[in-house]
């Protein structure tokens, strides 16, 4: 027989500030490539006057001011937000959503308000919905509000991907799922979400590896939509 895995207390890892900066360096190009194709439909000699170095050296300077103000603006909303968490903690009396720049807690899910779904095979469950262009993943479970619970109104789809943001978010997916082993064992799970999330389904090791493949894969679309983003600038540039 198998044995059940063993319940540590995590806190999630907030992404570094310079993680944040770099992300936002998309969007920064993307807008300074929005900027340069309006200047060059309004005058495409004013575009076409300033040197191939000197164009280089405002997109660099834009976009470090650009990511600059995004994250300052980031920063600024979460410390005045009451529905945002930027902290989670996840013991042994359930999971606790914490906005630590204000210190508000803006949700609490206790082991005990998780509860069974009259009629389905598996209290909790993954459901997927095609789109238009891509797919969008439902957590379905059934959570029972109490005196000493917060429980948040968010969509299935958001709880999906409660932990995303975090850096060690397999960690803390698979503290998630111990507790609710341990404390909840009359509690069924759909064996399919330990592979959705790269947890092992009987010891639920978190499968490294893949984890590693994935943020790789990740930061390359990153660097690749950057280089995109340049080109594009260029060639409206030289176009011009």
Same mark, same amino acid.
Request: glycine share 2%; aromatic share 16%; proline share 3%.
């Given at each position: !027989?198998?044995? +059940? ?8 890892? *907030? ?6 900066? #770099? ?13 340069? !194709?309006?200047?060059? !439909? ?5 575009? /076409? ?22 994250? *300052?603006?980031?920063?600024? $909303?979460?410390?005045?937000?009451? +529905?945002?968490?930027? =902290? ?16 508000? %807690?803006?949700? +609490? @899910? ?9 009629? *389905? ?13 891509? $797919?969008?993943? $439902? /957590? ?24 995303? +943001? /975090?850096?060690? =978010? ?10 609710? &082993? ?13 592979? /959705? $999330?790269?947890?092992?389904? &009987?010891?639920? *090791? @978190?499968? =490294? ?6 943020? =790789? !894969? ?7 939509? %950057?280089? #995109? ?6 060639? @409206?540039?030289?176009?011009?």
């Amino acid at each position: !027989m198998p044995q +059940k895995p063993i319940f540590r207390q995590v806190e999630s890892k *907030e992404v570094s500030y310079l993680q944040l900066w #770099l992300t936002y360096s998309i969007f920064s190009i993307m807008l300074i490539m929005l900027i340069l !194709m309006a200047l060059t !439909m309004a005058d495409s000699s004013l575009l /076409f006057s300033i040197s191939f170095k000197n164009l280089l050296l405002l997109i660099t300077l834009a976009t470090i001011i650009f990511n600059t103000i995004f994250c *300052e603006i980031q920063k600024y $909303y979460l410390r005045n937000s009451k +529905k945002q968490y930027t =902290k989670v903690l996840i013991n042994h009396t359930g999971i606790l959503f914490i906005n630590h720049y204000n210190q508000t %807690i803006i949700a +609490k @899910i206790l082991w005990q308000d998780i509860q069974h779904r009259t009629y *389905e095979k598996f209290d909790i469950d993954l459901t997927f919905t095609r789109g238009a262009r891509s $797919y969008t993943v $439902y /957590f379905l479970w059934n959570l029972s509000e109490n005196n000493d619970s917060k429980i948040p109104q968010w969509s299935p789809n958001k709880f999906a991907f409660m932990f995303a +943001k /975090f850096r060690n =978010k397999a960690d803390l997916l698979k503290t998630l799922f111990t507790g609710i &082993i341990i404390f909840r064992p009359d509690i069924t799970i759909n064996p399919f979400i330990y592979s /959705f $999330y790269r947890l092992n389904p &009987i010891s639920l *090791e @978190i499968d =490294k590896v893949g984890i590693k493949k994935e943020n =790789k !894969m990740t930061f390359l679309i990153v660097v690749f939509s %950057i280089i #995109l983003s340049l080109t594009i600038t260029l060639l @409206i540039y030289f176009l011009s």
